[in-house]
């Protein structure tokens, strides 16, 4: 039986261009066999097709003995993806996956996960960088004034007009917000998203034509302006597409004289409401330097670590196996250690790994562990992890018969 545990180290939330951290627990109570096992960042858009956002390997395929087995991975969340918009129903989860051999069925594997929602949130900083400018035209024998064209939640806006044409004058606050969602490969049951009126948030009106202003007042709920729109980088989801849009308008209507006509003068402006921004700590690391989540290069020289933990004492082959005799010389048992071989192909080219995991690695104890492969390789790369979150990577040469 295999117990899974997923821990958000976020509390619950992110913020666009950061990074989710998550710890994982595996619990085996027996020795166990596993094809693959990783954190997924999934959201279920209204076109009922699940996205993968994001995915962060925790296992490959191996053999682990019963016991624990914690790790904690990152997943940094890019500025391309559309925020949590829980009124739209735009929601992610993390989903803790592993999957396991079938012995009824080889070609329908065992998979057992583990979900956990999270919230993903934008950084408001868009009220700042967009400058509010002046609204100023004459239509129809209708003049209009406007200070301004962004406004925030509660805020009145002031409409000054003039007009020796018209005899009532109403001007509505519209929104016009829907979801997004196209998907080229599976046609119309994934792109149908209905068509949504505009909403009215407000409205305003006179036929005194001697007061030279409207007053009409912003709701406090109301939602910013925004245009979210996500496409998935992976190649098997080309063509898709989803996100959502909040867009403001006023609308101005006006009725004129007898003597001026009887078709009514109607038009919308563009405006944005924006709320105000969030005040955060700055945050001491830069998002873009491009900095992993802990994880080193294969080709990192920490030869010196490496030999403060592990010895390998040999290293034997034959045909289409290598042997590896790994010695724990540091001074505490390890646990839930998991170790990773692969080989590597004219220096370049990456075999497939194996790996295997141990309970508990006394210390002194010996460990024999075999890498199976028909290829030809140049070298082996051994990658270690234990439930400290301590990783070691080193790199040998197949001719030699020590990593020394």
């Known amino acids: 039986m295999v117990k899974l545990q997923l821990t958000d180290l976020n509390k619950g939330s992110v913020f666009i261009g950061d990074k989710l951290n998550i710890k994982t627990q595996f619990k085996f109570e027996e020795d166990t066999d596993i094809l693959w096992s990783g954190i997924r960042l999934i959201t279920n858009p209204p076109c009922l097709k699940e996205v993968q956002v994001s ?8 053999h682990f003995e019963a016991g624990e087995y914690i790790r904690e991975k990152s997943i940094l969340i890019k500025t391309n993806v559309v925020p949590t918009i829980k009124n739209r129903n735009l929601n992610y989860y993390l989903k803790l996956i592993l999957r396991q ?22 950084k408001e900083s868009g009220f700042q960088a967009k400058i509010p400018k002046p609204i100023s035209f004459s239509i129809s024998g209708l003049n209009i004034l406007l200070s301004k064209d962004v406004f925030k939640p509660g805020e009145t806006i002031k409409i000054n007009f003039s007009s020796e044409e018209l005899r009532e004058l109403e001007v509505r606050l519209l929104q016009d917000a829907n979801v997004v969602c196209h998907c080229e ?10 068509e949504l009126p505009p ?5 305003v009106r006179t036929t005194n034509f001697e007061k030279d202003f409207l007053l009409l007042k912003v709701p406090e709920i109301a939602e910013p302006s925004y245009n979210y729109i996500y496409s998935p980088s992976e190649k098997e989801q080309f063509g898709f597409r989803y996100g959502a849009y909040t867009q403001w308008s006023l609308l101005f209507i006006g009725k004129k004289k007898p003597e001026y006509g009887i078709e009514p003068v109607r038009f919308e402006v563009p405006i944005s409401i924006a709320s105000t921004p969030l005040v955060e700590e700055k945050v001491g690391v830069d998002l873009f330097t491009g900095e992993t989540s802990g994880v080193s290069s294969l080709f990192d020289g920490i030869s010196s670590k490496f030999q403060k933990t592990y010895k390998v004492i040999s290293i034997d082959s034959d045909i289409d196996k290598y042997k590896l005799r790994i010695k724990n010389i540091s001074k505490e048992d390890l646990h839930g250690v998991a170790v990773k071989i692969l080989g590597l192909q004219e220096g370049l080219f990456e075999t497939s790994p194996s790996l295997t995991g141990f309970n508990i690695w006394k210390k002194g104890e010996e460990k024999e562990i075999v890498y199976e492969i028909k290829q030809d390789i140049s070298a082996l790369i051994l ?3 234990d439930n400290t979150q301590q ?11 020590s990593f020394f």
């Open 185 to 194: 490969a599976y046609g119309q049951t994934c792109s149908k998203v209905d």
């Open 55 to 62: 995915k962060e390997e925790i296992f490959s395929k191996g």
């Open 383 to 385: 990658i270690i992890e």
């Open 391 to 401: 990783s070691i990577r080193i790199q040998s040469p197949v001719s030699t018969t």
């Open 101 to 122: 051999p079938n012995p009824l069925n080889p070609e329908d594997d065992l998979v057992i996960n583990k979900s956990h929602d999270i919230e993903i949130k934008a």
């Open 199 to 203: 909403a009215i948030a407000g409205d």
